[in-house]
């Protein structure tokens, strides 16, 4: 009997990135750390796997993270660890531990990288995603939480997506009246609680502040009746909250007030913020993030002000493809070597020929054929130039330039002047 051997593929909800979809990923990261650089962030890099207590203890176990989506396993020793669910935790983690933040000092930074949830697969949201974190801490004022949002516009608008973006903005308040406001969430859904789906109501007395982030259609105008917390926050939050506001029109940012916006982790307070979009289904938040001046205490770290955002790169993916559906490598030149002498050198020359133009992205075609063969090759490539070096060539140390995307005659020039011709790619 002939034993099936069963067909590998990749795990469930954790998907490759091909040759063709490569290109938008390098012009998207390419775009986020020039983007950083502006602002003078500095990249720090955490390991995807930490304790499983940290992120109990910084998310809150009462969520949906926590309770249903983490990757959580023991190892050899019967310590529990994880894979990181967001990149928050991790990143004050290692503020603490190398003492980043000792004497109140200022930091601002940045990393990207896999992120790790159990959640059902659907088109702009995987089990294993990418994401973009940005952490500024020790900067209490309203102003950061500004510049923040202005560092988004601004990449929105390098990748030319920022027409299909929302800017959406709410204050939680601090602990002392979010908690006075948490007891009339309980009190007002207590009294409704044959409307409470399952989850609600497990939620209620833990954590009634998620109910707000239900998103179950039939608790929809249950939700849209219950007490606003903007109206219950305490008086240095509405300050704050202004001050943002001041500061956003002051830079022409657009933004509307959502009082529902709550955030899915427990450690956010005043300021939080969502990017949206109606152009990719029910996943709509493309960025989030806000402040969570409690976390590094919570920690064991010192008391500091915090602000931050994270973006699902996937999404954003999703939208530079629908602003620019075009996006994919190219080739720049097509080198051709025809003859004995000249196919034998060809590695040497095409080093040559990279040592004149460094960012030159050229393909040596290794094999050999009629000439009218390997043209049509280099067309196909979609390259701009097709280089030709023959026997002469080599004798000369020269090269001829054909033209594949204009009516220019082509030409022939030695291979230490080639620049002045294709220094500009």
Same mark, same amino acid.
């Given at each position: 009997?002939?034993?099936?051997?069963?067909?590998?593929?990749?795990?469930?909800?954790?998907?490759?990135?091909?040759?063709?979809?490569?290109?938008?990923?390098?012009?998207?990261?390419?775009?986020?750390?020039?983007?950083?650089?502006?602002?003078?962030? +500095?990249?720090?890099?955490?390991?995807? /796997?930490?304790?499983?207590?940290?992120?109990?203890?910084?998310?809150?176990?009462?969520?949906?993270?926590?309770?249903?989506?983490?990757? +959580?396993?023991?190892? =050899?020793?019967?310590?529990?660890?994880?894979?990181?669910?967001?990149?928050?935790?991790?990143?004050?983690?290692?503020?603490?531990?190398?003492?980043?933040?000792?004497?109140?000092?200022?930091?601002?930074?940045?990393?990207?990288?896999? #992120?790790?949830?159990?959640?059902?697969?659907?088109?702009?949201?995987?089990?294993?995603?990418?994401? /973009?974190?940005?952490?500024?801490?020790?900067?209490?004022?309203?102003?950061?939480?500004?510049?923040?949002?202005? /560092?988004?516009?601004?990449?929105?608008?390098?990748?030319?997506?920022?027409?299909?973006?929302?800017?959406?903005?709410?204050?939680?308040?601090?602990?002392?009246?979010?908690?006075?406001?948490?007891?009339?969430?309980?009190?007002?859904?207590?009294?409704?609680?044959?409307?409470?789906?399952?989850?609600?109501?497990?939620?209620?007395?833990?954590?009634?502040?998620?109910?707000?982030?239900?998103?179950?259609?039939? #608790?929809?105008?249950?939700?849209?009746?219950?007490?606003?917390?903007?109206?219950?926050?305490?008086?240095?939050?509405?300050?704050?909250?202004?001050?943002?506001?001041?500061?956003?029109?002051? /830079?022409?940012?657009?933004?509307?007030?959502?009082?529902?916006?709550?955030?899915?982790?427990?450690?956010?307070?005043?300021?939080?913020?969502?990017?949206?979009?109606?152009?990719?289904?029910?996943?709509?938040?493309?960025?989030?993030?806000?402040?969570?001046?409690?976390?590094?205490?919570?920690?064991?770290?010192?008391?500091?002000?915090?602000?931050?955002?994270? #973006?699902?790169?996937?999404?954003?993916?999703?939208?530079?493809?629908?602003?620019?559906?075009?996006?994919?490598?190219?080739?720049?030149?097509?080198?051709?070597?025809?003859?004995?002498?000249?196919?034998?050198?060809?590695?040497?020359?095409?080093?040559?020929?990279?040592?004149?133009?460094?960012?030159?992205?050229?393909?040596?075609?290794?094999?050999?054929?009629?000439?009218?063969?390997?043209?049509?090759?280099?067309?196909?490539?979609?390259?701009?130039?097709?280089?030709?070096?023959?026997?002469?060539?080599?004798?000369?140390?020269?090269?001829?330039?054909?033209?594949?995307?204009?009516?220019?005659? =082509?030409? +022939?020039?030695?291979?230490?002047?080639?620049?002045?011709?294709?220094?500009?790619?």
């Amino acid at each position: 009997m002939v034993e099936t051997v069963e067909k590998l593929s990749a795990v469930k909800g954790m998907a490759d990135v091909v040759p063709d979809q490569s290109a938008a990923w390098q012009y998207i990261e390419a775009n986020i750390r020039e983007v950083m650089q502006n602002y003078a962030y +500095t990249e720090i890099r955490t390991p995807i /796997l930490e304790r499983t207590q940290l992120f109990k203890r910084s998310i809150g176990e009462v969520t949906d993270i926590v309770e249903k989506e983490m990757f +959580t396993f023991p190892d =050899q020793n019967g310590e529990s660890l994880t894979l990181r669910p967001e990149g928050t935790a991790g990143c004050v983690r290692a503020c603490i531990e190398h003492a980043l933040l000792r004497n109140q000092q200022q930091q601002k930074l940045w990393y990207m990288g896999p #992120m790790f949830r159990y959640e059902k697969p659907q088109k702009g949201r995987y089990r294993q995603f990418v994401q /973009l974190g940005v952490e500024a801490f020790n900067y209490p004022g309203p102003d950061i939480d500004a510049e923040q949002l202005a /560092l988004c516009a601004r990449l929105w608008k390098r990748l030319g997506i920022e027409h299909m973006l929302e800017l959406q903005i709410n204050s939680l308040g601090d602990a002392p009246s979010r908690n006075a406001y948490k007891k009339k969430l309980i009190e007002y859904f207590s009294s409704n609680l044959n409307k409470l789906d399952e989850d609600s109501k497990r939620r209620l007395h833990a954590n009634p502040m998620r109910i707000l982030d239900s998103k179950n259609p039939e #608790m929809q105008e249950l939700i849209a009746a219950a007490p606003v917390l903007l109206e219950h926050i305490d008086v240095a939050s509405k300050e704050h909250f202004e001050g943002l506001q001041r500061d956003l029109k002051a /830079l022409g940012i657009k933004y509307a007030i959502n009082t529902r916006i709550v955030r899915g982790l427990d450690y956010y307070n005043r300021t939080v913020f969502e990017w949206v979009t109606d152009k990719l289904g029910s996943q709509s938040a493309v960025c989030a993030g806000g402040r969570y001046d409690s976390l590094v205490g919570m920690l064991q770290g010192p008391e500091t002000s915090s602000v931050g955002f994270a #973006m699902g790169l996937e999404r954003a993916l999703l939208l530079l493809q629908l602003a620019k559906p075009d996006l994919h490598h190219t080739i720049d030149c097509f080198l051709i070597c025809i003859g004995s002498t000249a196919e034998a050198q060809r590695l040497i020359l095409a080093e040559k020929i990279r040592d004149q133009v460094p960012h030159l992205a050229m393909h040596t075609y290794l094999g050999s054929g009629s000439l009218g063969n390997l043209f049509k090759k280099a067309d196909k490539s979609g390259a701009q130039f097709a280089l030709i070096i023959g026997d002469e060539e080599v004798a000369n140390d020269s090269v001829s330039i054909k033209f594949l995307r204009s009516e220019q005659p =082509q030409q +022939t020039v030695a291979i230490n002047a080639i620049k002045s011709i294709l220094g500009d790619l």
